[in-house]
């Protein structure tokens, strides 16, 4: 048998998971979700997530159980997505959408990028027309992509990927400018890799990616059978997390460089007909991943694509708890410890 990199009981077949179902509340938890929801509320770990339930997208804080929920931006007129937190939990970044209106009177979105303190203190813009933002492990430089034109508004339609230092306020590219229609960067906490998608790539058209830091080479990770979209990157640096299709987040070592399908398996399985699961997101000590379940994702209802709340399962997909309950569109989490 070809050496995989993993241990003689990763090597066995994962057993099926049954499909994530949304509760009203967590007095529906069962023996083993309140076991989970308790462990997590003992953990001292917290989250940040975007929301719609205040009736715009805001960023808001809490505790890994889905308790003491706080909002950290109150804008009212614009909107703040995709947020990520500095791995020492004192800094948030993340993207400020508008709506700008182009020469001829037509509105369209725009992305820009900030970081400010946990606390919602020192907002301070980082790049315009740009999106996706991501810290570095020391949570002074954070990377993302800059957009193609204020008139592009697919979520891939990007270019280059950049490191601003937030003490020199410089801004670097990186990959010599290789790489194109790349979305949700994600900085390996082990500070080795960069991972990203990318969709109509002209060397890999659509793919997850990783970028070698140390010489800027660029790797499909297709042959390793980790292909779809939204790559995570354990803290330790060896598994990744990603989404291979709208319905399931899988998981698998991180092995760029490895020319055959490495074994891989499922953490959270979305409820059919119509159901999706996304955004995947390891905590510190690699012991869960955070996740959104859309259980009626309908392209043509507006209402049923915001029905979106957060779970957390076990990194083995044993189980899981729910977090929010109010449907709100909530997503992005994204695991911190407090500071």
Not at 64 to 79: E, L
Not at 126 to 152: H, Q, Y
Not at 270 to 285: E, K, L, Q, T
């Amino acid at each position: 048998m070809a050496d995989t990199g993993w241990t003689r009981q990763e090597r066995r077949i994962f057993p099926s998971i049954m499909p994530t179902i949304a509760a009203n509340s967590p007095a529906e938890d069962t023996l083993a979700q309140a076991e989970l929801r308790a462990e997590l509320r003992d953990s001292g770990i917290r989250m940040c997530y975007q929301s719609r339930r205040d009736g715009n997208s805001e960023l808001y804080v809490m505790d890994a159980a889905g308790s003491n929920t706080v909002n950290i931006t109150r804008t009212a007129d614009i909107d703040e997505v995709y947020p990520h937190v500095s791995r020492d939990g004192q800094r948030i970044c993340f993207t400020v959408v508008r709506t700008e209106k182009l020469s001829g009177g037509r509105r369209v979105p725009r992305f820009d990028v900030y970081w400010m303190n946990i606390d919602g203190t020192a907002r301070t813009l980082v790049a315009s027309d740009a999106t996706d933002p991501g810290w570095d492990p020391s949570g002074r430089r954070i990377a993302f992509v800059k957009r193609i034109s204020p008139e592009k508004t697919t979520d891939y339609q990007n270019t280059g990927l950049f490191i601003h230092d937030i003490r020199t306020r410089k801004t670097q590219e990186l990959a010599s400018g290789k790489l194109c229609h790349a979305y949700v960067p994600c900085w390996s906490p082990a500070d080795e890799w960069i991972t990203a998608t990318v969709h109509k790539h002209a060397d890999f058209n659509h793919a997850i990616i990783a970028v070698e830091l140390r010489n800027n080479g660029i790797y499909s990770l297709e042959n390793s059978g980790v292909n779809g979209c939204r790559p995570d990157l354990s803290w330790d640096g060896r598994f990744i997390c990603w989404n291979p299709n709208d319905i399931q987040i899988g998981v698998a070592r991180f092995r760029p460089f490895c020319a055959h399908r490495l074994p891989q398996y499922t953490v959270a399985q979305a409820p059919p007909p119509r159901g999706s699961v996304y955004f995947g997101d390891w905590s510190a000590n690699g012991k869960y991943i955070s996740y959104s379940m859309n259980p009626n994702v309908t392209v043509a209802d507006s209402e049923t694509r915001a029905l979106w709340d957060i779970f957390v399962t076990t990194a083995k997909g044993e189980t899981y708890v729910q977090l929010t309950f109010d449907h709100a569109n909530n997503k992005q989490p994204d695991f911190f410890f407090s500071a």
